[in-house]
């Protein structure tokens, strides 16, 4: 049996998600990279000033997990969009 095409209201519908789960990817990805740059900066003052090099440190290592978890994110957000981009290319327009 065929499979049954899905009406034009849910390829929109469609469409409009994949652009939300690519803006959400492009937003996480932002984050990841903030948090990076804020674990840098900590690091780089822990450097500089040794009365605040146990807190630094902690903040860093904090800010790396929260940039580690943002890209875990963002790539299972990204396999979202692949997965349903390349199924709607497969499937059949009426």
Same mark, same amino acid.
């Given at each position: 049996m065929p499979e049954k095409s899905? #009406?034009?209201?849910?390829?929109?519908?469609? @469409?409009?998600? /994949?652009?939300?789960?690519?803006e959400l990817h492009r937003y996480l990805d932002?984050?990841?990279r903030h948090s990076s740059e804020l674990?840098?900066?900590?690091?780089a003052?822990?450097?500089r000033d040794s009365a #605040?090099?146990?807190y630094d440190e902690r903040q @860093?290592?904090? /800010?790396?997990?929260?940039?580690?978890i943002w890209a875990e994110i963002a790539g299972r957000v990204?396999?979202?969009?692949?997965r349903y981009s390349e199924k709607e290319a497969r499937e059949p327009r009426p």
């Open positions: 899905p #009406s034009p209201g849910a390829e929109e519908r469609l @469409a409009s998600l /994949l652009a939300d789960l690519d932002e984050r990841g674990a840098r900066r900590f690091l003052n822990a450097r #605040s090099r146990a @860093a290592t904090m /800010l790396e997990y929260q940039r580690y990204e396999q979202l969009i692949n």
